[in-house]
């Protein structure tokens, strides 16, 4: 009653927020589950499960004769295990190989399930439109009942996971080793699918079969790109699958909403779009930005990572050429024609001036005209380049046995990575095997 | 002929298998290489090139949907490589993750620019078999549902391929690395297989949905591998099982109106659940019966040597058969080995008890040979201990044929007796 | 008399029924560093693998000192081969040391501060405090061998089975783990190390095992690891056992 004294708009707007709840807590159950699948390099299982679970659905509703989605979700789940148990019997007994077991359990039983329903539609029991959703989910259907149940099933498996964290490491890390020390593996290892298959079947009326599998992939893969240690990917991949759950049921109710927004959405995405693959490409969408934007090991950081090196190789090049100019009459430190440069940098001129600019900024030469000298500080610099660099060179030499016209290449890549004090260790290693030739010495820092 | 073509069976039938022989031949590969989830994502995957295609030219036309599939097919394959090659993701979670939004990118498609027209979002799973027999196209005076000529097109592009590639598949599949060192790139064979896999899953898509696609990418394949262990016979056995789960499933789905696509799913996975049961040499069963067999023949060489070593010892009397029978350990399988080795005719039963024949008397000497001779080369050729030999000497014996018997006394001084000063017979 | 810490009693293991090692029969003394000497494919890998329990025995048993291993478990630490594990994992190199005391902890009880400075001490013992707080990805090959040694230490144990811990390591690495290992056999610890450096035998170890498919020898360094007995674990395959292992995989009767 209250609720239509607010009125419609804000009828649909808390509806709307139901579902969202709903969804985002699915998410965040299947996130944190999923990292262990996902770990465990055994990602599609999720897909597997939520497949073969389909008869179980179909059996529970025949048996039922209603659409109590108590009773579909206890089908589905005992079908999941079901599966779960012949790929772990084919693999064991057969000479099959697991892809091939999982791809034809999850084949074979989804087969069963459709023949079944194909078996209740024919005979007309009625109100099996219902499962229907179970291929590609039907969120509006979600009822309050529905969202405790999801916010047990997230208890669960937060409380699972919180207590039984050590054991998960460890077990999902390096099985064998945890074995040597007693813990129950496979025990620890069905529970988990156990837990995968709850949380599978609860999320399978909401989002469908294909994309509820998704759900337990994307947080975990897009969690990885943001950390290095378990709990805090577990954390975002719970954070992570939330957003996308809760953001992909926001994002399909916008053409609802009428205005330009709507309009636009509309336009865009249909005017009922199926909040099922509105999560999966809000969930794309945020593992393409972590992958893109994550710190360290984004694809972003790295492109910046390697044009900071590519820049820093330009300017020591520079350095080394403008030393090797100078270098007849070093102390002297006379000035260098740009020309002289050019044969260098050829086809690289512009490159030329951007470092030029910058090592001058860099107060490493003073420039009068057409010619460039370096400051004592700029010499200073370029003698640690080019020691850098022959001292590399010698090392491969020397050592690693590369032809000495073929070390220039070798040393050119490396020599920028350097730490100062392998340099070090390198020439003290080179001199007392008398291996450092005089003229080197005298390139010493000043 | 053309009679028997109107018929709307005979047209469905036709349709599922052409393209379920088409899916079986290009699982093959698939499923050596140990790439079938590949299947299981394509299959999902084309989705959204079928319907862009569709979207494009405004038709389901061979040429457009072979291009969208192809398309969906090669940029599944791209992306999974170009995800996992960032390091942070492993391979398969790359795949869970592209396909699965490929997919849902194609249900979005669909529903926003076909909802309202002929395509049925729930056909993505079962496809509609009806339908395509009935959708018919005329080629050349014959008249023959679209898909029908459609999936001959990729039949024949797929048999082609496997006759042109055959060894560089074949050597791919078996070992990439050395195929890449003989200079046939493996990641090539890759390619070339998703782009086998994708053309078929497009064109059975419609008519069996993408599930039994994977059902039958995999399925035969699988089946097949239970019951031979060379290639040539495996694709034959893998496109009869095809066939064979194609017309079981379609005559179970008329008989009781089930959906055809899923009840050659079924069939399919029944067929593989009877070879792993029965299969001649991997099966279940055969391997049961195999290891009762060789457990028989355990407890009856026991049974002989037993006889033999008390002969042997001078105890002439025979001793009863449920002692001799209590003596190898007792049970169902001890008594088994009994009745066959009085059947084999290796000893009789008398009043007194259990006595060797000729015959017997001389296998219980090979096998009491074979014991010696494996305890002497324990001892002498290993550096085991004398006293820990007996065990070992006992799970051997059975197995070493007159070959190696020879082989192993002809390492000895004829005439020396055993470790523990025994003669050797 | 001294204590006997590890006894294998006839062990025999199989691989889909055929033999890979025959009736390995030993018994090792406390404190004593152990090299498992033999070529590729000699079942190095499959014999500790079948002391820990990890892989099924076709028939023998071990003990150890005097009890199965199961009752055990507590007093074996464990090395596996550095392949064996995911190193993109998210786990830190002390998350990975702390995994030694889990056996201890049982069920449920997280590793507390005890714990925490028993990893931060072991961690200080191979050198890698400085890298505690690295994903295990970003280790050299022989800074992950050397975590893989700190996890084995935090377990405490009293017999140590490592598989190849000088396997890939730089010369540092393996000075490192060579005072370690001594280190352990000076506090009485018994240690297994499966080795494959025949130049330093002689150098790092009291014992020698050497193993080809079955025990050919096993004693002190010095008696046993001879010119000799190398040739019989060396010597090419004994294809006579080869074949008896083939026959009793095939299980079909001889001809």
Same mark, same amino acid.
């Given at each position: 009653?209250?609720?239509?004294?607010?009125?419609?708009?804000?009828?649909?707007?808390?509806?709307? +927020?139901?579902?969202?709840?709903?969804?985002?807590?699915?998410?965040?159950?299947?996130?944190?589950?999923?990292?262990?699948?996902?770990?465990?390099?055994?990602?599609?299982?999720?897909?597997?499960?939520?497949?073969?679970?389909?008869? +179980?659905?179909?059996?529970?509703?025949?048996?039922?004769?209603?659409?109590?989605?108590?009773?579909?979700?206890? +089908?589905?789940?005992?079908?999941?295990?079901?599966?779960?148990?012949?790929?772990?019997?084919?693999?064991?007994?057969?000479?099959?190989?697991?892809?091939? /077991?999982?791809?034809?359990?999850?084949?074979?039983?989804?087969?069963?399930?459709?023949?079944?329903?194909?078996?209740?539609?024919?005979?007309?029991?009625?109100?099996? /439109?219902?499962?229907?959703?179970?291929?590609?989910?039907?969120?509006?259907?979600?009822?309050?009942?529905?969202?405790?149940?999801?916010?047990?099933?997230?208890?669960?498996?937060?409380?699972?996971?919180?207590?039984?964290?050590?054991?998960?490491?460890?077990?999902?890390?390096?099985?064998?080793?945890?074995?040597?020390?007693?813990?129950?593996?496979?025990?620890?290892?069905?529970? !988990?699918?156990?837990?995968?298959?709850?949380?599978?079947?609860?999320?399978?009326?909401?989002?469908?079969?294909?994309? !509820?599998?998704?759900?337990?992939?994307?947080?975990?893969?897009?969690?990885?790109?943001?950390?290095?240690?378990?709990?805090?990917?577990? !954390?975002?991949?719970?954070?992570?699958?939330?957003?996308?759950?809760?953001?992909?049921?926001?994002?399909?109710?916008?053409?609802?909403?009428?205005?330009?927004?709507?309009?636009?959405?509309?336009?865009?995405?249909?005017?009922?779009?199926?909040?099922?693959?509105?999560?999966?490409?809000?969930?794309?969408?945020?593992?393409?930005?972590?992958?893109?934007?994550?710190?360290?090991?984004?694809?972003?950081?790295?492109?910046?990572?390697?044009?900071?090196?590519?820049?820093?190789?330009?300017?020591?090049?520079?350095?080394?050429?403008?030393?090797?100019?100078?270098?007849?009459?070093?102390?002297?430190?006379?000035?260098?024609?740009?020309?002289?440069?050019?044969?260098?940098?050829?086809?690289?001129?512009?490159?030329?001036?951007?470092?030029?600019?910058?090592?001058?900024?860099?107060?490493?030469?003073?420039?009068?005209?057409?010619?460039?000298?370096?400051?004592?500080? +700029?010499?200073?610099?370029?003698?640690? !380049?080019?020691?850098?660099?022959?001292?590399?060179?010698?090392?491969?030499?020397?050592?690693?046995?590369?032809?000495?016209?073929?070390?220039?290449?070798? /040393?050119?890549?490396?020599?920028?990575?350097?730490?100062?004090?392998?340099?070090?260790?390198?020439?003290?290693?080179?001199?007392?095997?008398?291996?450092?030739?005089?003229?080197?010495?005298?390139?010493?820092?000043? | 002929?053309?009679?028997?073509?109107?018929?709307?069976?005979?047209?469905?039938?036709?349709?599922?298998?052409?393209?379920?022989?088409?899916?079986?031949?290009?699982?093959?590969?698939?499923?050596?290489?140990?790439?079938?989830?590949?299947?299981?994502?394509?299959?999902?995957?084309?989705?959204?090139?079928?319907?862009?295609?569709?979207?494009?030219?405004?038709?389901?036309?061979?040429? #457009?949907?072979?291009?969208?599939?192809?398309?969906?097919?090669?940029?599944?394959?791209?992306?999974?490589?170009?995800?996992?090659?960032?390091?942070?993701?492993?391979?398969?979670?790359?795949?869970?993750?592209?396909?699965?939004?490929?997919?849902?990118?194609?249900?979005?498609?669909?529903?926003?620019?076909?909802?309202?027209?002929?395509?049925?979002?729930?056909?993505?799973?079962?496809?509609?078999?009806?339908?395509?027999?009935?959708?018919?196209?005329?080629?050349?005076?014959?008249?023959? #549902?679209?898909?029908?000529?459609?999936?001959?097109?990729?039949?024949?592009?797929?048999?082609?391929?496997?006759?042109?590639?055959?060894?560089?598949?074949?050597?791919?599949?078996?070992? #990439?690395?050395?195929?890449?060192?003989?200079?046939?790139?493996?990641?090539?064979?890759?390619?070339?297989?998703?782009?086998?896999?994708?053309?078929?899953?497009?064109?059975?898509?419609?008519?069996?949905?993408?599930?039994?696609?994977?059902?039958?990418?995999?399925?035969?394949?699988?089946?097949?591998?239970?019951?031979?262990?060379?290639?040539?016979?495996?694709?034959?056995?893998?496109?009869?099982?095809?066939?064979?789960?194609?017309?079981?499933?379609?005559?179970?789905?008329?008989?009781?109106?089930?959906?055809?696509?899923?009840?050659?799913?079924?069939?399919?996975?029944?067929?593989?659940?009877?070879?792993?049961?029965?299969?001649?040499?991997?099966?279940?069963?055969?391997?049961?019966?195999?290891?009762?067999?060789?457990? $028989?023949?355990?407890?009856?060489?026991?049974?002989?040597?037993?006889?033999?070593?008390?002969?042997?010892?001078?105890?002439?009397?025979?001793?009863?058969?449920?002692?001799?029978?209590?003596?190898?350990?007792?049970?169902?399988?001890?008594?088994?080995?009994?009745?066959?080795?009085?059947?084999?005719?290796?000893?009789?039963?008398?009043?007194?008890?259990?006595?060797?024949?000729?015959?017997?008397?001389?296998?219980?000497?090979?096998?009491?040979?074979?014991?010696?001779?494996?305890?002497?080369?324990?001892?002498?050729?290993?550096?085991?201990?004398?006293?820990?030999?007996?065990?070992?000497?006992?799970?051997?014996?059975?197995?070493?044929?007159?070959?190696? $018997?020879?082989?192993?006394?002809?390492?000895?001084?004829?005439?020396?007796?055993?470790?523990?000063?025994?003669?050797?017979? | 008399?001294?204590?006997?810490?590890?006894?294998?009693?006839?062990?025999?293991? %199989?691989?889909?029924?055929?033999?890979?090692?025959?009736?390995?029969?030993?018994?090792?003394?406390?404190?004593?560093?152990?090299? &498992?000497?033999?070529?590729?494919?000699?079942?190095?890998?499959?014999?500790?693998?079948?002391?820990?329990?990890?892989?099924?025995?076709?028939?023998?048993?071990?003990?150890?000192?005097?009890?199965?291993?199961?009752?055990?478990?507590?007093?074996?630490?464990? &090395?596996?081969?550095?392949?064996?594990?995911?190193?993109?994992?998210?786990?830190?190199?002390?998350?990975?040391?702390?995994?030694?005391?889990?056996?201890?902890?049982?069920?449920?009880?997280?590793?507390?501060?005890?714990?925490?400075?028993?990893?931060?001490?072991?961690?200080?013992? &191979?050198?890698?405090?400085?890298?505690?707080?690295?994903?295990?990805?970003?280790?050299?090959?022989?800074?992950?061998?050397?975590?893989?040694? %700190?996890?084995?230490?935090?377990?405490?144990?009293?017999?140590?089975?490592?598989?190849?811990?000088?396997?890939?390591?730089?010369?540092?690495?393996?000075?490192?783990?060579?005072?370690?290992?001594?280190?352990?056999?000076?506090?009485?610890?018994?240690?297994?190390?499966?080795?494959?450096?025949?130049?330093?035998?002689?150098?790092?170890?009291?014992?020698?095992?050497?193993?080809?498919?079955?025990?050919?020898?096993?004693?002190? &360094?010095?008696?046993?690891?001879?010119?000799?007995?190398?040739?019989?674990?060396?010597?090419?395959?004994?294809?006579?056992?080869?074949?008896?292992?083939?026959?009793?995989?095939?299980?079909?009767?001889?001809?």
């Amino acid at each position: 009653m209250t609720m239509y004294m607010i009125g419609p708009s804000l009828f649909a707007i808390s509806i709307a +927020g139901k579902v969202a709840l709903g969804a985002g807590l699915l998410g965040a159950a299947a996130g944190v589950i999923g990292s262990f699948a996902v770990l465990k390099r055994r990602s599609l299982v999720g897909d597997m499960i939520a497949h073969a679970s389909l008869p +179980g659905v179909c059996l529970a509703f025949l048996i039922a004769g209603s659409r109590d989605s108590d009773a579909l979700a206890i +089908g589905a789940l005992l079908a999941g295990m079901l599966g779960v148990g012949c790929v772990a019997v084919i693999t064991r007994w057969t000479r099959t190989k697991d892809d091939a /077991a999982v791809s034809l359990v999850l084949s074979v039983f989804f087969g069963a399930g459709v023949v079944i329903l194909t078996y209740l539609q024919n005979h007309g029991t009625g109100g099996q /439109a219902g499962l229907d959703s179970y291929l590609f989910g039907e969120i509006a259907s979600l009822q309050s009942r529905d969202v405790r149940r999801l916010a047990i099933v997230l208890g669960l498996v937060l409380i699972g996971v919180t207590l039984a964290f050590k054991e998960l490491r460890l077990a999902t890390f390096d099985e064998e080793f945890a074995r040597s020390q007693g813990w129950p593996t496979l025990a620890i290892d069905f529970a !988990v699918l156990g837990a995968i298959a709850l949380v599978t079947v609860v999320g399978l009326p909401l989002c469908g079969v294909v994309l !509820v599998a998704a759900m337990l992939i994307y947080p975990c893969a897009a969690a990885r790109c943001w950390s290095n240690k378990l709990a805090v990917v577990l !954390v975002i991949a719970a954070v992570i699958g939330a957003l996308a759950a809760s953001g992909g049921v926001l994002l399909a109710s916008f053409p609802a909403i009428g205005g330009p927004i709507g309009e636009w959405s509309a336009w865009l995405v249909g005017s009922t779009p199926p909040p099922g693959p509105m999560i999966v490409l809000t969930g794309a969408v945020l593992f393409g930005l972590s992958l893109c934007f994550a710190p360290e090991q984004g694809l972003l950081a790295k492109l910046i990572r390697d044009a900071n090196l590519r820049h820093i190789i330009g300017r020591d090049h520079l350095l080394r050429s403008l030393y090797e100019l100078t270098e007849p009459q070093l102390a002297a430190r006379p000035g260098v024609t740009l020309s002289q440069l050019a044969d260098d940098f050829r086809g690289r001129s512009a490159q030329l001036r951007r470092l030029l600019a910058e090592i001058e900024n860099e107060k490493w030469i003073e420039r009068s005209g057409d010619s460039v000298r370096f400051t004592s500080a +700029g010499l200073n610099r370029a003698t640690q !380049v080019v020691r850098a660099h022959r001292i590399w060179e010698l090392y491969l030499v020397h050592y690693v046995d590369i032809p000495a016209d073929h070390v220039d290449g070798g /040393a050119d890549d490396l020599e920028h990575l350097l730490p100062p004090e392998l340099v070090t260790r390198l020439e003290t290693e080179l001199a007392t095997a008398g291996r450092l030739p005089p003229n080197l010495k005298s390139i010493h820092p000043l | 002929m053309t009679e028997l073509l109107a018929n709307i069976d005979v047209r469905a039938v036709l349709v599922a298998l052409v393209t379920n022989i088409a899916c079986a031949l290009a699982g093959v590969f698939l499923v050596l290489r140990r790439h079938s989830l590949m299947g299981d994502a394509l299959s999902h995957a084309v989705l959204p090139g079928l319907v862009l295609a569709f979207l494009f030219t405004g038709s389901l036309g061979a040429g #457009p949907m072979l291009l969208g599939a192809a398309a969906a097919g090669l940029a599944t394959a791209l992306l999974t490589q170009l995800v996992a090659s960032s390091g942070r993701v492993s391979n398969d979670a790359a795949l869970g993750v592209v396909f699965t939004a490929l997919f849902a990118l194609g249900v979005l498609l669909v529903k926003r620019f076909l909802g309202k027209i002929h395509f049925d979002i729930a056909c993505v799973y079962e496809g509609s078999l009806l339908n395509a027999a009935l959708d018919t196209v005329s080629f050349g005076g014959v008249e023959l #549902p679209r898909t029908l000529w459609q999936g001959l097109l990729v039949l024949a592009i797929v048999a082609g391929c496997l006759t042109l590639f055959w060894k560089e598949l074949g050597i791919s599949a078996f070992d #990439p690395v050395l195929a890449t060192t003989m200079g046939l790139s493996a990641n090539k064979m890759h390619y070339l297989l998703m782009l086998l896999v994708s053309l078929t899953a497009v064109v059975s898509f419609q008519a069996v949905g993408s599930i039994l696609v994977v059902a039958m990418l995999v399925a035969p394949t699988a089946t097949a591998h239970l019951l031979t262990d060379r290639l040539m016979p495996l694709v034959v056995w893998a496109t009869l099982l095809a066939i064979t789960a194609t017309l079981v499933g379609y005559a179970a789905a008329v008989r009781f109106d089930f959906s055809p696509a899923g009840a050659m799913a079924v069939a399919s996975g029944a067929l593989f659940a009877l070879a792993a049961l029965l299969g001649p040499r991997h099966g279940l069963v055969s391997r049961v019966v195999g290891n009762l067999r060789v457990g $028989r023949r355990i407890r009856r060489d026991d049974l002989l040597s037993s006889a033999y070593r008390r002969e042997e010892s001078g105890v002439a009397a025979p001793i009863a058969a449920s002692a001799a029978v209590a003596e190898i350990g007792g049970g169902l399988l001890a008594w088994w080995a009994y009745v066959d080795l009085l059947r084999k005719g290796l000893a009789t039963r008398s009043a007194t008890g259990l006595t060797l024949t000729e015959l017997g008397r001389t296998e219980g000497a090979q096998l009491v040979r074979a014991h010696r001779l494996w305890e002497s080369y324990l001892v002498e050729q290993m550096g085991i201990a004398e006293d820990h030999v007996h065990a070992a000497a006992h799970e051997v014996e059975h197995f070493l044929d007159a070959e190696l $018997r020879e082989r192993l006394a002809a390492e000895r001084p004829a005439g020396e007796k055993d470790p523990h000063g025994r003669v050797i017979p | 008399m001294s204590n006997i810490a590890l006894e294998v009693h006839d062990l025999t293991v %199989a691989y889909r029924r055929r033999p890979v090692l025959w009736n390995v029969d030993f018994q090792t003394t406390e404190g004593r560093l152990v090299g &498992v000497v033999g070529p590729n494919g000699a079942g190095k890998t499959t014999l500790i693998k079948a002391i820990l329990g990890l892989t099924p025995l076709a028939s023998g048993h071990v003990e150890i000192y005097g009890q199965p291993y199961a009752q055990q478990r507590q007093l074996i630490g464990y &090395v596996p081969q550095r392949e064996s594990v995911d190193w993109e994992f998210p786990v830190t190199v002390r998350d990975v040391v702390l995994m030694g005391t889990y056996g201890r902890l049982g069920w449920f009880r997280r590793p507390g501060a005890a714990e925490k400075a028993i990893a931060d001490r072991c961690l200080a013992q &191979v050198g890698l405090t400085d890298f505690a707080g690295r994903q295990i990805r970003q280790l050299s090959g022989g800074q992950q061998q050397r975590a893989f040694l %700190a996890r084995a230490l935090a377990q405490e144990a009293t017999i140590y089975f490592m598989d190849e811990p000088f396997a890939g390591v730089d010369a540092a690495t393996e000075a490192a783990i060579l005072e370690l290992l001594r280190s352990l056999r000076e506090a009485g610890k018994t240690v297994f190390v499966v080795h494959h450096d025949l130049q330093t035998v002689r150098e790092y170890f009291d014992e020698v095992l050497l193993l080809n498919m079955r025990l050919v020898a096993y004693g002190s &360094v010095r008696e046993v690891f001879t010119q000799q007995n190398l040739q019989r674990t060396y010597g090419g395959r004994l294809t006579l056992l080869d074949q008896a292992a083939e026959a009793v995989s095939l299980r079909e009767p001889p001809t």
